[in-house]
Antibody, heavy 121, light 109 residues
Framework: EVQVLESGGGLVQPGGSLRLSCAAS????????MSWVRQAPGKGLEWVSA????????YYADSVKGQFTISRDNSQNTLYLQMNSLRAEDTAVYYC??????????????WGQGTLVTVSS | QSVLTQPPSASGTPGQRVTISCSGS????????VYWYQHLPGTAPKLLIY???QRPSGVPDRFSGSKSGTSASLAISGLRSEDEADYYC??????????FGGGTKLTVL
């Protein structure tokens, strides 16, 4: 059974940092692209970042470029999102999503339950 | 402001057919596949339609997708109360990003 499980969310002060993790199981992690998608309170889904199957290519939404860094450890079947200089507008539930192929397409066939990040003083 | 444009709300009565539109541009819908997601609050989003009009296994054939030019649509026939949810379209954009619609809240009256 395919599972993706996010962790690392929590309350952080403005300007602070947080690293999210996504543990994957039930599929060959190293052959699929992965993404982070977030949903701010009362808002819709917003794609944040993606990484190719082997990690050689990374992609970012303009809203987080230079602020967030996506990475993966295929030996540990884990996806990461390093978030720096956090702002109130980064407050959201962050979902880890598996793409259906090795490059990002937007075809997210499996999602985690999400982890809540709250940026507040 | 989302790159893909959806109506904020839609509604129908049980048994009715409802369509949700998604408008984009030549750099996303016009040149790439469209995907549709169903999202119930507090749960993981679910892939409903992939590659414009394909259904993953387990998705009822009441759900169908279509695409024409830079627009796409999701149709739900035989509307049921459990279809009440938020629906999102998504596509790859040639600017090297995934773009979502703003979401459509479907109410079953």
């Amino acid at each position: 059974e395919v599972q993706v499980l996010e962790s690392g969310g929590g309350l952080v002060q403005p300007g602070g940092s947080l690293r999210l993790s996504c543990a994957a199981s039930g599929f060959t992690f190293s052959t699929y692209a992965m993404s982070w998608v977030r949903q701010a309170p009362g808002k819709g889904l917003e794609w944040v970042s993606a990484i190719s199957d082997r990690g050689g290519s990374t992609y970012y939404a303009d809203s987080v470029k230079g602020q967030f860094t996506i990475s993966r450890d295929n030996s540990q079947n884990t996806l990461y999102l390093q978030m720096n200089s956090l702002r109130a507008e980064d407050t959201a539930v962050y979902y880890c999503a598996k793409d259906s192929v090795g490059v990002p397409t937007g075809a997210f066939d499996y999602w985690g339950q999400g982890t809540l990040v709250t940026v507040s003083s | 402001q989302s790159v893909l444009t959806q109506p904020p709300s839609a509604s129908g009565t049980p048994g009715q057919r409802v369509t949700i539109s998604c408008s984009g541009s030549s750099s996303n819908i016009g040149s790439n596949y469209v995907y549709w997601y169903q999202h119930l609050p507090g749960t993981a989003p679910k892939l409903l339609i992939y590659r414009n009009n394909q259904r993953p296994s387990g998705v009822p054939d009441r759900f169908s997708g279509s695409k024409s030019g830079t627009s796409a649509s999701l149709a739900i026939s035989g509307l049921r109360s459990e279809d009440e949810a938020d629906y999102y379209c998504a596509a790859w954009d040639d600017s090297l990003s995934v773009v979502f619609g703003g979401g459509t809240k479907l109410t079953v009256l």
